[in-house]
């Protein structure tokens, strides 16, 4: 079972407009989440991360927000650029675990156009 | 540049030939980790070593791969008898253990095709 989906495998946005990426999970004991973004022919990289003790955390045009009541995270870019088009990870680890080793969702590409 | 680097980039293989692939990680980092990922899937778990210690396997991994940290730094990756549900590209990853969730370094990927 997936235990961290990304229902959107798409989004198109205009320039200067916000990106909103959504992400669900099922299990409880995840407490950190993070965003990754992978350019084609590249692994992804870090983007920004958040912790369950908090609801929301920003840096620069991304701020991430954490609804842990109803086990949903959101990434929201702005104002978006073409240079943003990329697929986008949501992750989740569960810090007790041995190396924090993540899982991630099925990714969406967001596409945002000049 | 002291990123993550995979080697090689891309592998053909034909079914049932044994296959490696290297991960260099950065050099300071003492968390090295496997992942595969599927077309349309994001990356999934495989194993993780701290220095040469290999602390944790995914059920995913079947007893047709193999990895090794020999020295605490390189790591490979080995898949015996290829099948063509192997096929998948194969990211490595490091980081530096923290006292929170540590960040992981992903490198460009091994991407496997098995005819």
């Known amino acids: 079972d997936q235990q961290v989906k990304q229902n959107s495998p798409s989004l198109s946005v205009q320039e200067g407009r916000i990106s909103i990426l959504n992400c669900d999970y099922t299990?409880?004991?995840?407490?950190?989440f993070l965003w990754y973004k992978k350019y084609p022919a590249e692994g992804p990289t870090f983007l920004i991360s958040?912790?369950?003790?908090?609801d929301k955390n920003e840096d620069g045009r991304f701020t991430v927000f954490l609804n842990k009541s109803a086990k949903h995270l959101s990434l929201h870019i702005v104002p978006s650029q073409p240079g943003d088009s990329a697929v986008y990870f949501c992750?989740?680890?569960?810090?007790?675990?041995?190396?924090?080793?993540?899982?991630f969702g099925g990714g969406t590409r967001l596409m945002v156009k000049p | 540049d002291t990123g993550v680097s995979q080697d090689p980039r891309h592998k053909i293989t034909k079914r049932g030939q044994n296959v490696t692939f290297r991960c260099d990680p950065i050099?300071?980092?003492?968390?090295l980790y496997w992942y595969r990922q599927t077309l349309g899937q994001g990356p999934e778990f495989l194993t993780y070593?701290?220095?040469?210690?290999?602390?944790?396997k995914s059920r995913l991994l079947s007893d047709r791969f193999s990895a090794e940290r020999p020295k605490g730094s390189f790591s490979t990756l080995e898949i015996q008898r290829t099948e063509q549900g192997d096929s998948a590209m194969y990211l490595c990853?490091?980081?530096?253990?923290?006292?929170?969730?540590?960040?992981?370094?992903f490198g460009p990927g091994t991407r496997l095709t098995v005819l």
């Open positions: 050099s300071e980092h003492n968390r």
């Open positions: 992750a989740a680890s569960a810090f007790h675990n041995a190396g924090n080793m993540l899982t």
């Open positions: 299990n409880s004991m995840f407490d950190y």
């Open positions: 070593f701290q220095n040469e210690a290999q602390l944790e």
């Open positions: 990853a490091s980081s530096l253990a923290q006292v929170t969730v540590d960040e992981q370094f």
């Open positions: 958040i912790s369950s003790i908090k």
